[in-house]
């Protein structure tokens, strides 16, 4: 199911001649969100409120991908009392880094600009206005559970973090939750094929699995993973590799 956001916004939130009531939408009962410069006609105060609806009715794993107006630089008390520039998707324009925060503060992650407008739509007084396209995913809320699970980054940048403050070091096997782990590692999510699952060689059973501690940065011993009693050893070359060459 797809939901447009103008079918979240509330008459009270919008400067508008004609307000008609918005129709209802459930809790967790929309796919996708969409909105095409929408959110900037919004009055600031009811801004926080629009995000937290648009996370709202979204089921876990659903996504918002919003286009919007957006300004390098806060716009200016005149510019916020032109009705004009209301109209035109000027005057309640976020400012770049409050529209991506925005997400961050509804619950959202996985936040990603998939478009970003090289040359300004207008400016005003020296305020750059352009279009944004950003992508956000709903799900990292639940429980944190410890499935001795880990994740290997691959790089090129020294160190990433996530939305909920996890950091990954390139070329370490960093420990994660089972919730995080999952995020990570789903093919359809934000992060897919960026980071290496390292599934434990002896799987514990959900519902044996005991709270995970997210504080700090924590490094996966590899024999954590494989088991304390791993002592395999193997004595065949692998597949790839020719009788008497060195891989």
Known sequence: ????????????????????????????????????????????????????????????????????????EDPTVKIQNDPELWSGCIAGAFREDAFLDAFARAGFHGIEVLERAETPWQVIDGIEFRSVTVRAYKGKQGPCLERNQAVFYRGPWKAVQDDDGHTYLRGERMAVCDKTYHLLIDGKGPYAGQLVPMPPRVEIPLAKAGPFSCAGRAVRSPRLTK????????????????????C
Do not use: H
């Open 1 to 72: 199911r797809v939901c447009g956001v103008g079918c979240l916004v509330r008459p009270a939130g919008v400067r508008a001649r004609r307000r008609a009531p918005a129709p209802a939408v459930a809790d967790d009962s929309a796919d996708l969100v969409v909105s095409n410069c929408v959110l900037n006609l919004v009055k600031p105060e009811a801004k926080a409120q629009l995000f937290a609806d648009m996370f709202r009715v979204l089921k876990r794993g659903g996504r918002a991908v919003i286009s919007d107006i957006v300004c390098d």
């Open 227 to 246: 088991g304390l009693d791993y002592r395999e050893t193997t004595t065949e070359a692998a597949p790839e590799c020719s009788p008497g060459e060195c």
